[in-house]
């Protein structure tokens, strides 16, 4: 055979990822440089980093597909932010603006807990009139009508504005919802942990430090938190991986985040979609990797979530055998992805479930919010 540069180069890529990937296995932690490596594959070795994810995913958590019984309960859509990857915030005299009252809250929680669910989860847009108290009334009135059920609600954002619109620090905002009842915080708000991405896609929102800060104050006041990464807009792989390294960074100091949740992006009722400034959403390939380098890089998380809600079902499953191990929650209620353009987020039966973890021979097993088996 004839030396071929092209061929060789090629070669040597293939026998470094395989030792890299190798090593990863044998308890290497990888370094930000090889990360971007990985998330730079294009062909057929992103199934070796599949399938070393998911060796990796079977060596940290065994085999089970958990999922959660949830409900949401968005309470209004009303915001005074103008984030540009949102279809689901509105402003005043917009179509559509719907604010749910005490009695309606009760009436969704009630419903929530008739339906056997063990966590409500509430994020919603940030009403003009909210302060801390409004977030807390929530929580007791959804407590009072489904006493029992966890709840996990708000996220850095909203407890930013909480502490602005009360005039109180944002460790005080998470004492008080601590005390009604918060029992554990959305990572949401985080998008990419890069400021200069922030500014493009949401610049009214907390900032990267702001995000860290709040978290690390949930974390230490015992209100663990998931951790979330919104990508496939206008992030380079570079920003993905600052992103990932600041929530292994946080997770090795203080081991409060439940799990990582890759959040695909909605790009068709969106701002930055239709001005061009983002692309439409990620391919296969850039969510398979997602999950797999999330898998590979985040060393310090037991529980990596593939979100149905973003990929569709069977995007999801893929994602099992690529690293996940959590399909997320029934859902019940969704209003956040649907308002940018998903369809079929409302509810995902345990039975569908049932069918995609028998498919891929792993068992099905109910958690609660917090991984402990139902
Ligand atoms: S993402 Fe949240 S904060 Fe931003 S506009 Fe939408 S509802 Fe408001």
Not at 15 to 42: P, S, W, Y
Not at 126 to 152: K, R
Not at 289 to 300: G, I, K, Q, S, Y
Request: glycine share 8%; hydrophobic share 40%.
């Amino acid at each position: 055979m004839l030396y071929d540069p092209k061929n060789f180069l090629e070669r040597i890529m293939e026998k470094n990822l395989k030792i890299m990937l190798d090593d990863v296995k044998a308890g290497h932690r990888l370094d930000t440089d090889e990360a971007q490596d990985l998330f730079c594959v294009h062909d057929r070795h992103v199934w070796d980093i599949a399938a070393t994810a998911d060796a990796v995913r079977e060596q940290r958590v065994g085999n089970d597909v958990t999922y959660v019984r949830n409900q949401n309960i968005n309470v209004t859509n009303l915001c005074v932010n103008s984030c540009g990857f949102c279809g689901f915030s509105k402003k005043p005299g917009d179509d559509g603006i719907y604010f749910y009252d005490r009695s309606e809250i009760r009436k969704k929680a009630a419903l929530a807990k008739k339906r056997g669910v063990s966590e409500i989860c509430t994020v919603s847009g940030l009403h003009p009139d909210f302060t801390v108290q409004s977030y807390c009334d929530v929580y007791h009135w959804i407590h009072e009508a489904a006493p029992g059920v966890h709840l996990h609600a708000s996220n850095p954002m909203e407890v930013a504005y909480a502490a602005k619109k009360s005039g109180i620090s944002t460790k005080e905002v998470l004492s008080a919802m601590k005390e009604a009842g918060l029992g554990s915080m959305c990572g949401t708000a985080a998008e990419i942990l890069v400021d200069g991405v922030r500014k493009k896609i949401c610049p009214q929102k907390v900032s990267t430090g702001e995000w860290i800060k709040i978290i690390r104050e949930s974390h230490a006041m015992g209100i663990p938190t998931t951790a979330t990464i919104m990508y496939g807009h206008c992030e380079t792989n570079e920003d993905r991986v600052n992103h990932l390294a600041i929530l292994r960074k946080i997770q090795d100091e203080t081991h409060g985040f439940t799990e990582f949740v890759p959040l695909s992006f909605i790009h068709m009722n969106t701002p930055i979609f239709r001005q061009k400034l983002a692309k439409a959403g990620a391919t296969g390939r850039e969510d398979l990797l997602m999950v797999a380098v999330a898998r590979l890089f985040l060393d310090n998380f037991k529980n990596i979530q593939v979100s149905w809600v973003k990929e569709g079902i069977k995007m999801a499953q893929l994602g099992l055998i690529a690293g996940g191990n959590d399909l997320g929650g029934t859902m019940f209620e969704e209003s956040i992805s649907k308002g940018a353009g998903a369809s079929n987020t409302d509810y995902l039966d345990p039975a569908e479930m049932q069918r995609v973890a028998d498919d891929i021979g792993r068992p099905l097993k109910r958690r609660t919010t917090l991984y402990e088996r139902i």
